[in-house]
């Protein structure tokens, strides 16, 4: 740095001045210490890490407001978070590991017919039983 020869001429005056700006400087490192993930977290998020193909589902069930209509007046929710999913085991699966029949060229304008939230789960726990398990023991 520069400032290194200049501090060798210093006057009392600027001996304090840099004192100063050492102590600002010694508190904006401080700052960025303790708050990494603040900064970095406005350029990476753990949802970046997914395949383009998983960003694409993500770019409508991102959004916390998307819902499903069911008989008899319920609602389901479609919303999943980009980021929990991504931080989750299943976030190396990807999403069609599990919902391989959601075809984009037909999805979501083809509705698939969902009696009940109850009905899905069960449905879904089907296709879930026919995956590899990572880990499992038996
Ligand atoms: C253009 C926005 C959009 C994209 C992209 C999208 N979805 Fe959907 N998805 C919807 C909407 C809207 C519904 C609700 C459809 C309805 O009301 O019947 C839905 C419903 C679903 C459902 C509930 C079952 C069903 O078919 O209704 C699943 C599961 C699902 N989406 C998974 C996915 C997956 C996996 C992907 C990526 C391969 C994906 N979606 C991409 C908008 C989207
Ligand atoms: C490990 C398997 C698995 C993966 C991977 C997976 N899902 Fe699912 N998904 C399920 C199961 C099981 C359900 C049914 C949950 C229930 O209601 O019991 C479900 C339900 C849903 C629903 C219906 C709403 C709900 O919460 O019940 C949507 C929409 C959906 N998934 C989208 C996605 C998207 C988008 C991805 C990728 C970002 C994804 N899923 C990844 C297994 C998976």
Known sequence: M???RVVIRMTSTMVAETFQKKLAMAALA???VLF???FMAAET???DSLSDGDKQCLGCHGSDGLTKELPGG???SLH???DAFAKSMHGVLGCAACHAEVDLKTHPQKSKAIASSREFSVEMA???RRLPRRGATT
């Open 2 to 4: 520069a400032s290194t």
């Open 30 to 32: 401080a700052f960025l």
């Open 36 to 38: 990494p993930a603040r």
């Open 45 to 47: 998020t753990p949802a």
């Open 74 to 76: 319920k609602t389901l």
């Open 80 to 82: 999943v978070p980009g």
């Open 126 to 128: 089907k296709i879930m």
